[in-house]
Structure formats: C-alpha cells, structure tokens
C-alpha cells in the first residue's frame, strides 16, 4: 500500500464551489472522511476551472443520504449520491475496494468480453486511489485543513504533463479496454504525454475494443468528439490505430483518397471551434463529415455499375451508415440525418433553379452547405457550387431551414387509407 504524501501544495479554498464545501464540511462534522476529489483538483492545479466537483466520502451511500436533505442514490452496480446544493450537483462517491482475495470481481469475470460490470465493494481511501485509472486524477483535497493527499505522485505527473495508468497498463485496459479511449481523450484535451509503458500497451490491448458493446462506445464518442477537442482526440486515435475498433473499418480505409484527410480535420477544426464559441455543434454533421469519404469511395463504384449519382449517393450512405453502426449504436435522429447530408450532396451540385427553396428549406440544408464548402476547400471540385447557395441565401433567407424539404416524407403521411390515382393523367 502506498504512503500517502500529504503536499505542501494548498489550493485557495474560494477556488471551490460553495457545494462542494457544504458537501465536504457537512460530512466531515458528521464523522466521516470526506475530500473533493478527482478532475476538479487535476484542474485547479493546472490553473484552470472546474466545470464541476466531486466528493469521496468512506460514509455509504445510505450515509450520506442521510446527512442531506436533498440527496437521491442513483446507479446499481456501483451506487453514487447527488447532492443538490442549489442550483449545483455534487456526485459523491464511497470510497472503493478491492474484492476478497481469492474471488475474482465481476469486472475480471467480465474481461473476456470487454464489458467491466462494477459491484459496491467499499474500501479505504488509500485503496480507492489505487482503484482510479490515471494518477492525474487520483489526487483528494481536504478543504477543511487546505491538504493536498496524494498516494500515487499524480501532482508530479500533471507537473511533467504525463498521463500514466494505475496498476500495470496491460492489465488495466484488458479490465476495461475503454481506458484506453479515456488516456487518448486525457492526452487531447490535457496536451500531456502518455508514460512509456501506459502507450505501448495499446498496442497489445487495442483489439479488446472490438468487444465493448457499440452503445457504450457512441456514448465514448461522445465525449471524444463534442468537448472541444475532437482534432487533437482524432490525430491520436489515428496515431495508436483506434479510430477502426471505435468507428469500422470505413473512418480510415479512404484515408489515402486526394483531400479526405484534410476534409476530416477542417471539420473537426470547425466544431472545436463552435465549442469554443460557446455555438451548438450536432454530432449528425461531423459523423457525415469524417464518414464522407468512405460514402464517396462507394458511391463511385456504385455509379460505375450503372447507378445515377442520386441513387448512387442514396445507395452509398445506407450502407456505410450499416456498417458505421456496427461499431457505434447511432441513434436514428444521428443516422437519418448523416444520410440526408449526403443526399444533399448531388442535388446541391445541380444547381436546379426550380429547386432553390425546396432545398434551401430542408432543416439539414446549412450542414449540408458546410459540408459542400469542405469539399470545395479540400478538392479538385472545377465547379464552385457553393457561391450558387450563397447568392441563393441571400435573396431568399427567410426561407433557410424553414421547413422540411420535397423529398422528405412529412409526419404523419403513409397513415390511413391513400388516395387512388386516377388511370388517366
């Protein structure tokens, strides 16, 4: 067991939401240990803001339920409490254990397929250190006396910018092969290094991926993509070889098509950007985007077998979006529109004048432009479709995403009985 190090590092208290102190001070005069644990101590000591606070507590979850009036035990394999404080939700968590010597945990019997499944086994403070993934963020502050606790020397690894893995990596990862997502997602947002072993066990653990269930990993995607930093995340999926087990084989096969790449990184470029800007982002337009040139390298054989470019596009977005979701569980609002996206594509390049507002009415219309716009920035396009659209949203922008377009299918049409055509146009 490691000798906790409490450091001479003392972070100013008023840095703490008022939550997070309640939470801690209120346990504390209670009885029991409690500590802000976590991210949030990983930031401070960066000299940033936590967006949020957790607390470990040795108090059970029936404890700490106890100790707040407004207080709501949540999970089932392992249990956690939301403390509300205001407008503020503060998670608390029991300190974790090790499973009895002897009788493997749920986690390990799991390991086989990929899928850890946690049990309320309660432990110490120190064993609930050893129990975290990274040792960045494996640090516990007690506001009450301004100590920094750390067991596992993560103040020193945040100091060199090292993401290292508790435990032996290999392990760990076969345990849970998501952490290896969680260390890429860590080194994108942090611009931290990965520790030696910590990377070269991707390596040996990266086929475990291909086992973890595909609703879990679009929730993973989630947090890799839509926080802010999805070009960093995406060059170092690429880098250790994840982006095929997170996204199928397709996210990379065209990887050596003219200008794909560079289309890919523009638009997870853009959507940091929105972020930044505090602008809505949708995971349907950057899903179209770093999935387009897999549509394309279709689409072309498709048109080469006699298909028009319509169908062809039609044709080809099914089927990747098929096979996408075999590694990813998209959720139908996602998927449907990835495929509008792309159906777009060819009808923008017409140009159709009697088309105009049809599609500029269509609710996928603007991410269908931008979508163009990357195309014509990152290819051998002789055609500038895109300055047709622009003069078209001018003249016309009352009616830019007003309704649903021509081709798509209202609600509530195909109910009840149709009407019969007449035999003679």
Not at 128 to 153: E, H, K, M, P, V
Not at 183 to 202: C, K, Q, S, Y
Not at 209 to 222: K, Q, T, Y
Not at 232 to 240: D, K
Request: contains cysteine; aromatic residues 8%; hydrophobic residues 40%.
């Amino acid at each position: 067991m490691p000798t906790p190090r409490a450091a001479n590092t003392t972070i100013d208290t008023t840095a703490f939401s008022k939550g997070a102190l309640h939470v801690v001070a209120h346990l504390q005069r209670a009885g029991f240990e409690a500590y802000v644990v976590g991210g949030a101590i990983r930031d401070l000591l960066l000299g940033e803001h936590p967006k949020d606070f957790d607390v470990a507590t040795n108090a059970t979850p029936a404890e700490i339920r106890q100790c707040f009036r407004n207080a709501r035990i949540i999970g089932r394999r392992f249990q956690i409490v939301h403390v509300r404080c205001g407008a503020e939700i503060i998670e608390v968590t029991t300190f974790r254990g090790n499973h009895d010597a002897g009788q493997p945990s749920q986690a390990a019997r799991a390991a086989h397929s990929g899928r850890l499944l946690r049990d309320n086994v309660y432990g110490t403070l120190e064993e609930d250190a050893l129990r975290r993934d990274l040792t960045i963020n494996s640090l516990y502050y007690n506001t009450t006396t301004n100590q920094l606790i750390d067991f596992l020397d993560g103040a020193d690894d945040i100091a060199a910018r090292i993401i290292r893995i508790i435990g032996t990596p290999l392990a760990r990862y076969t345990e849970d092969p998501v952490r290896m997502l969680r260390v890429i997602r860590f080194a994108a947002r942090l611009g931290f290094d990965l520790e030696g072993d910590t990377e070269a066990a991707i390596g040996q653990a990266r086929h475990l991926l291909a086992d973890i269930p595909a609703a879990r990993l679009f929730d993973e995607w989630l947090k890799l993509f839509m926080n802010g930093f999805s070009e960093p995340t995406f060059v170092l999926l690429s880098h250790f070889e994840l982006l095929a087990p997170l996204m199928s084989d397709n996210i990379d096969v065209c990887s050596t098509q003219k200008g794909s790449l560079e289309l890919q990184r523009k638009a997870l470029r853009n959507t940091d950007q929105r972020v930044a800007e505090g602008r809505p982002v949708t995971p349907a337009f950057l899903l179209a985007a770093l999935f387009w040139p897999a549509v394309t390298h279709r689409c072309t054989a498709l048109i080469a077998a006699g298909e028009t470019p319509v169908q062809a596009m039609h044709s080809a977005g099914q089927q990747i979006v098929q096979t996408a979701c075999q590694r990813l569980t998209v959720p139908k609002r996602f998927s449907l529109a990835m495929r509008d996206i792309w159906d777009l594509q060819p009808r923008l390049e017409r140009m159709q004048p009697k088309k105009v507002r049809d599609l500029l009415a269509h609710r996928w219309f603007r991410a269908a432009f931008d979508l163009l716009l990357l195309r014509e920035q990152t290819s051998d396009m002789t055609s500038r479709c895109s300055d047709f659209w622009e003069r078209q949203q001018a003249q016309h922008p009352e009616a830019v995403g007003s309704g649903r377009g021509q081709h798509e299918k209202p609600p509530g049409r195909g109910r009840g009985r149709r009407r019969r055509r007449s035999p003679n146009p």
